[in-house]
């Protein structure tokens, strides 16, 4: 399969270049850091995800590690995504359906394990292993780097633990969540999906947080999609900030693990977590 052209399409926690081949367009993929467990999991369930009916980008050839980047081929899936950036009122109710649908099928299907790795973020609130003795480690790190922000998430920190999410979840179901269904990572045709791209951060959680996710602290017109077709405990909903916020806290612990190794923080990394904490609000 010799490609003939190549376009670069995303580049965001991963890089994505669309390929002409005598075949037809593929999709090569770069990986970020994921672990080769991390990657043989998503693969999987992208496989029966596809077995069960939904577009998504199945792995045709890879993955293939050369050095520390690995590499793979994916199907290609045409059409339009349903915005590049921020859908409006109309899109993300759109969304919020698409989403919806996206659930209803998934509770036909018995879920993976949980994605190596990863917990829900219901518990967002710690890191993942080290409990609060690693979470004081890199807050401290986070407060040499930069105090002011230090001290706005310890703000934030504080508040979150307040909404005693694990108590809230406790008897709620974990399933797949796609954990990250923003407008550019769906395909749509009048309004039936047609594609479902990128699932890094896909892994096992409770259904209210792909909505959280969907909503991305104060799109609340997805969330009136997502009811139109799919109904969700009114606890639930209250909390869907509070998701949102841990599933920041789920980033920021695994950012600043990864900055220790390194053995430096750039205050620059910071930037959108501070700017999604200033967005986020309760939904109404």
Known sequence: M?????????????????ARTESGLVVLRRYGDETDGEIAWEDEVVARLAAAGWPTPQLLAGPLRLGEVAWSLHVYLPGRVLSRGPAGPRGYRRLGRLLAEFHD?????????????????????????????????????????????????????EALEARALPEVFAAAPRQLVHGDPAPWNLKSVGGRCVGLLDFELSHLDVAAADLAFARRGYHDAVVAGYLSQRPIDERHLAQLDALWTAGLFHGLWRMLAKAQARGALDPADLAWHVQQFGKTRRYQ
């Open 2 to 18: 010799t490609p003939r052209a190549v376009r670069l399409l995303s580049r965001r926690l991963r890089a994505h270049w669309l």
């Open 105 to 157: 099928a998934l509770a036909g299907l018995p879920p993976p394990g949980q994605r190596p790795g990863w917990v829900s973020v219901v518990d967002g609130a710690l890191p993942i292993g080290g409990g609060t003795a690693r979470r004081d480690e890199l807050l401290a790190l986070l407060e040499r780097a930069d105090s002011e922000v230090a001290r706005l998430v310890r703000r934030q920190l």
